[in-house]
């Protein structure tokens, strides 16, 4: 399966500051897609990022507060901007599915807004 | 607007003993996950499971889908501890462009 190294691991910021998070796969994967995953619950998709075009945000979700860029088809980074207590979560990059082993997902970033 | 419900979301068993964790789904689909999530890790695939009837079995665990139920069922076997960890189905929509759904989850904890 696909490997993909998401950094950083975790981090703590100060409010009204933005992280940015990297997320690189060992293949090329034509989608990637974000999530968060609030404090003792499930995954929610934040966007899916395409290379060579803006990304699509879910409902509740946009692009001011989570900026993505996708250069190439085996890189891209989510930016929380503008953070808040309730950003605290834990973000996961996601690509392409594959057949026998379905998504991979990356090692998660934890954020912690004090 | 898919909706994907587990049950339970918390199961407290024996080692030794059997359970089912239930997945049910709102929509069409015949892809679905189950992940296993360690604290503070990322999330393992367990099974894929890509069309109506299918089985799969690993250690343990056994996964099932039924589709025209659009109900799958992850069974645990004579659980041991260290199969404590939090569970997750998660449902391809039909058409909707390889988008995840997830269930709320099932956090296991597996008492010696």
């Known amino acids: 399966s696909a490997v993909i190294s998401q950094k950083p691991s975790r981090d703590i910021c100060q409010r009204g500051t933005s992280l940015t998070i990297q997320c690189q796969v060992d293949?090329?994967?034509?989608?990637m897609f974000w999530y968060r995953q609030q404090p003792g619950q499930s995954l929610t998709l934040i966007a899916t990022?395409?290379?060579?075009?803006?990304?699509?945000?879910e409902s509740g979700f946009v692009i001011d507060k989570f900026p993505i860029s996708r250069p190439n088809l085996t890189f891209s980074t989510l930016t929380v901007s503008n953070l808040s207590p309730e950003d605290s979560s834990i973000y996961l990059c996601?690509?392409?599915?594959?057949?026998?082993?379905?998504?991979?997902f990356g090692s998660g970033t934890r954020l912690t807004v004090v | 607007e898919l909706k994907v419900e587990q049950n339970p979301l918390f199961l407290s068993m024996q080692e030794g003993k059997n359970y089912t964790i239930y997945c049910n789904y709102s929509?069409?689909?015949?892809?679905l996950y189950w992940y296993r999530q360690d604290p503070g890790k990322s999330l393992e695939s367990l099974f894929v499971?890509?069309?109506?009837?299918a089985v799969k079995q690993e250690g343990r665990l056994m996964a099932s889908l039924d589709t025209k139920a659009r109900l799958s069922t992850l069974h645990i076997t004579a659980a041991v501890h260290d199969l404590s960890a939090t569970y997750f189905c998660a449902v391809e929509e039909d058409n909707a462009g390889n988008m995840l759904t997830f269930g709320g989850g099932t956090r296991l904890m597996v008492k010696p």
């Open positions: 996601s690509g392409d599915p594959e057949p026998s082993y379905g998504y991979t």
């Open positions: 929509t069409t689909s015949d892809r």
């Open positions: 990022a395409n290379q060579g075009s803006e990304a699509t945000y």
């Open positions: 293949s090329q994967v034509t989608m």
């Open positions: 499971l890509l069309s109506n009837g």
